[in-house]
Nanobody, 117 residues
Framework: QVQLVESGGGLIQAGGSLRVSCAAS????????MGWYRQAPGKQRELVAT???????KYADSVKGRFSISRDNAKNTVYLQMNSLKPEDTAVYYC???????????WGQGTQVTVSS
């Protein structure tokens, strides 16, 4: 089993910056992707950014140039630096770990990010 614990969400004004973190613990296979998804009220959960253990990244078009994902493999932690935040970035942000050995997706409990205009 893998547990994911997120931290760092909150209320921020438009144009501001925020960083969210996610620490993974438990039986973590070395080959995995870690990343962030978000879900706004009334909308489906969508990918924000992911990073492989080797460092390859993928971003949603809506956050390219504003958000940056990074990870510390030694700490099994992934970070999402969010700059130039917009009200449309308001959502619950979920940490995700894809274990390529078991093909299981693990999710954190979510952290609320609210961007006021």
């Amino acid at each position: 089993q893998v547990q994911l614990v997120e931290s760092g969400g909150g209320l921020i004004q438009a144009g501001g910056s925020l960083r969210v973190s996610c620490a993974a613990s438990g039986s973590i296979f070395s080959i995995n992707d870690m990343g962030w998804y978000r879900q706004a009220p009334g909308k489906q959960r969508e990918l924000v950014a992911t990073m492989t253990v080797g460092g390859s990244t993928k971003y949603a078009d809506s956050v390219k140039g504003r958000f940056s994902i990074s990870r510390d493999n030694a700490k099994n932690t992934v970070y999402l630096q969010m700059n130039s935040l917009k009200p449309e970035d308001t959502a619950v942000y979920y940490c995700n770990l894809k274990d390529w050995n078991t093909r299981i997706d693990y999710w954190g409990q979510g952290t609320q990010v609210t961007v006021s205009s």
